[in-house]
């Protein structure tokens, strides 16, 4: 087996591993409709912030989108299910982004399976 190949099985070992040791945080906010004249013209966030129908943008990595329904967010950072005792999940709120490495070698990614 080829090192090249050996490496790629072990990448994919590892994402897969983290598709199933993650899951995503969603919630959603419904549109309340308070007068009936006076429709709401879009979503409001949590600081107040108006954002129109069929908008999608990003605030501290959650990917939101508004509807006529409305508000519905998920976390792009995924939080953990199980993660092995001698990995740790190591979070960068820069990028959005997360990555399973080994407790004793922080440069060394760490295969949860």
Do not use: R
């Not at 508004?66 to 990995?87: F, R």
């Amino acid at each position: 087996m080829s090192i090249v190949y050996k490496t790629s099985l072990q990448v994919l070992v590892c994402l897969l591993g983290l598709v199933v040791l993650c899951q995503s945080q969603c919630f959603f906010q419904e549109l309340v409709m308070k007068d009936l004249n006076n429709p709401p013209k879009g979503c409001v966030d949590k600081d107040g912030k108006q954002h129109a129908f069929d908008s999608e943008w990003v605030k501290d990595c959650y990917d939101c989108s508004c509807s006529t329904q409305g508000m519905s967010c998920c976390n792009k950072i995924p939080s953990a299910v199980d993660i092995p005792e001698e990995c740790e999940m190591v979070v960068n709120k820069e990028t959005c982004s997360a990555e399973l490495v080994l407790k004793a070698d922080k440069t060394k990614a760490c295969s949860p399976v």
